[in-house]
């Protein structure tokens, strides 16, 4: 192998093996450090893209279940007819948003694929509250949305938990407790007459 060459031109020495060598390394980590930063920016976009999904449907579900407590509590309520509301009768008034149906059948499911139920419920008088359930609520979502409709509601419980008691304060440490012992929780709310 030749190391060194002579330059017929120039007549000056240079090792054309060592710089092809020193090339190809510089290639090598230059190609190295290119798919690394690819790699992070595409970690970081899934990263992203599922924290937007989580969030997306953590404002979606506050809505519903917003939407759901005022249209119950403005359609029955003002009437004092809590007693006779059920779950059909909640979903074919539209009290229930429409988009939450199970087709043309009186059910309705939430979009973790729990079904919605509403019944007539006492706290502190007979009737004169009814109870939301939203099932299967994922443990990553599930205090966010407790929050973020805790002032609307009476009394909450997550699980068997009461983390809410009738027109009480929020108790965070029992929200943050209930809802990281299991996977998915069912949420309950009580709306009425305060």
Do not use: H
């Not at 009461?162 to 998915?184: F, H, I, M, R």
């Amino acid at each position: 192998m030749k190391l060194f060459s002579v330059s017929r031109r120039t007549g000056k020495r240079g090792n054309r093996a060592v710089l092809k060598s020193c090339y190809k390394g510089f290639l090598s980590l230059e190609l190295g450090l290119v798919l690394l930063v690819v790699a992070v920016a595409i970690v970081a976009a899934v990263l992203s893209y599922r924290d937007n999904l989580r969030k997306t449907s953590i404002n979606n579900n506050t809505q519903q279940i917003s939407g759901t407590a005022a249209n119950l509590r403005a359609k029955y309520g003002q009437a004092n007819l809590y007693g006779s509301v059920t779950t059909a009768l909640a979903v074919r008034s539209q009290s229930i948003p429409s988009a939450l149906r199970d087709g043309t059948a009186a059910t309705a499911s939430n979009s973790f694929g729990g079904s919605i139920t509403v019944a007539p419920a006492t706290l502190t008088g007979a009737n004169d509250a009814l109870e939301i359930e939203w099932p299967n609520v994922p443990a990553d979502q599930c205090s966010d949305l407790v929050t973020n409709v805790q002032r609307e509601m009476r009394q909450i419980s997550v699980g068997s938990t009461s983390v809410k008691s009738n027109n009480g304060t929020l108790d965070l440490a029992a929200l943050e407790t209930a809802c990281e012992s299991a996977p998915a929780q069912s949420l309950k709310f009580w709306i009425g007459r305060s």
